[in-house]
């Protein structure tokens, strides 16, 4: 068996295990009773917002690739791109595959232009990483704020000092690249710093968008906590979803399935959020992102038939 298709059943047998952890303590007829009372009208609003931080990574990858391709691209260009990135991410065995189809519609399109750089490659690796350190700063700091029992909170905490330790160590990593010898991966990483180096504002601006983007991530599933009735301190909201996130990115399971569940059951629960209620807004999060890709998908599909002669 190869290491990739070995890789793939191993995330699958984790995602198999830990949606049965969940499932196992919980009343299936409560979780279906509890998504009936979800309010429509703020589910619509956590939809628009899940839309929203699709513009905001829009507009940070629009700034990324500015200064390396010496123009500014079409917003509703990569705006579509992106959506399209979004319904592979969701088919594909992670984030990897959507993000190589940004690369590679930007390097096309690049390849026609005269004196374009037509190093997109950077531009998705540095609008993502920017995005990881949103994440990260975000929950660091609301984490400060946080009134929870001691052992709780030491708990949340702790996971942030790892994240921000983690991302420490990716940005030292980084500037040390250029005492490594080179190598495939060495010279990609060295191919994104040496690029913005000199761009701050280009990194100024796309760190921004990626702060919107943790925003709407967040207020996303505040809104369906509203469309419970639920009460849930707002500052709570801001130091756990952004870890949940950053869990749900990692290669642990499919799709982070399971990963995504058992993060909100466990981290809602510490503010009383009863299992089945969190595991509803959990499952109601992921279907509102199947929208978002649904729309991609649709997106993909018309280019296709625009590209087909007749």
């Not at 509890?34 to 629009?62: C, K």
């Not at 026609?112 to 490659?121: E, K, N, W």
């Not at 809104?223 to 949940?244: C, D, I, N």
């Amino acid at each position: 068996m190869s290491r990739r298709r070995l890789t793939l059943v191993a995330r699958v047998v984790v995602t198999v295990t830990l949606l049965a952890v969940v499932a196992r303590s919980l009343d299936g007829a409560a979780v279906f009773g509890t998504v009936r009372r979800f309010a429509p009208e703020w589910v619509l609003v956590a939809l628009a917002l899940q839309f929203a931080g699709v513009v905001a990574s829009t507009l940070a990858w629009q700034s990324l690739l500015a200064p390396v391709e010496d123009r500014r691209r079409d917003f509703g260009t990569l705006f579509r791109l992106y959506l399209v990135s979004r319904f592979f991410t969701l088919v594909g065995p992670g984030t990897v595959v959507g993000d190589a189809t940004r690369v590679y519609q930007t390097r096309r399109d690049a390849a026609t232009h005269r004196g374009a750089l037509a190093t997109p490659t950077a531009a998705v690796v540095a609008e993502k990483a920017l995005y990881a350190g949103a994440l990260v700063a975000v929950a660091a700091v609301a984490s400060r704020f946080v009134t929870l029992p001691a052992s709780a909170l030491d708990g949340l905490r702790l996971v942030g000092v790892a994240l921000v330790v983690g991302a420490v160590g990716v940005v030292v990593g980084a500037v040390a690249v250029d005492r490594i010898p080179s190598s495939g991966l060495v010279d990609a990483v060295r191919g994104v710093v040496d690029g913005y180096a000199d761009r701050p504002a280009a990194l100024f601006l796309a760190g921004v968008a990626s702060l919107a983007t943790v925003a709407a991530t967040v207020l996303s599933t505040w809104a369906l906590v509203t469309a419970l009735g639920l009460s849930v301190p707002h500052v709570y909201l801001w130091a756990t979803v952004p870890l949940v996130a950053v869990l749900v990115a990692l290669p642990i399971s499919v799709q982070g399935l399971g990963v995504r569940e058992g993060a909100y059951v466990f981290l809602l629960g510490y503010v009383g959020v009863a299992p089945e209620a969190a595991l509803a807004i959990s499952v109601t999060n992921f279907g509102l992102s199947l929208v978002v890709a649904a729309v991609g998908a649709t997106c993909y599909l018309a280019g296709r038939r625009e590209a087909t002669p007749a």
